[in-house]
């Protein structure tokens, strides 16, 4: 299994930066996705979350509004379009991905490095 994320980077306060995350090795389609970021000294938090038809998706309170999470099953992708990004998004972003039914995720990548930084 591999989750493959890009599109990390410097980017200034109110800027946009797009996450894409590669899947292989599992069946896409038949799992969640999300996405989850991690500081230095702090647990990982979940940002966003996309069904595996994509018809639903949740945030957490703190990008609601400015992130958007989707996913194109036929390229095994799920994107995170970040705007208006804020220092606090400053993070080590990463793809992860669980079975429909499972309570956490059994997947993640190597995570890419997103920082917000005038």
């Known amino acids: 299994v591999q989750l493959q994320a890009s599109g990390g980077g410097l980017v200034q306060p109110g800027g946009s930066l797009r996450l894409s995350c590669t899947a292989s090795?599992?069946?896409?389609?038949?799992?969640?996705m999300g996405w989850q970021r991690q500081t230095p000294g702090n647990e990982r938090e979940d940002v966003a979350s996309i069904t595996t038809s994509g018809s639903h998706t949740t945030y957490s309170d703190s990008v609601k509004g400015r992130f958007t999470i989707s996913r194109d099953n036929t390229r095994n992708t799920v994107y995170l379009q970040m705007n208006n990004l804020k220092p606090e998004d400053t993070a080590v972003y990463y793809c992860?991905?669980?079975?429909?039914?499972?309570?956490?995720?059994?997947?993640w990548g190597q995570g890419t490095q997103v920082t917000v930084s005038s």
């Open positions: 992860v991905a669980k079975e429909r039914i499972a309570l956490k995720y059994r997947y």
């Open positions: 090795g599992f069946t896409f389609s038949d799992y969640v």
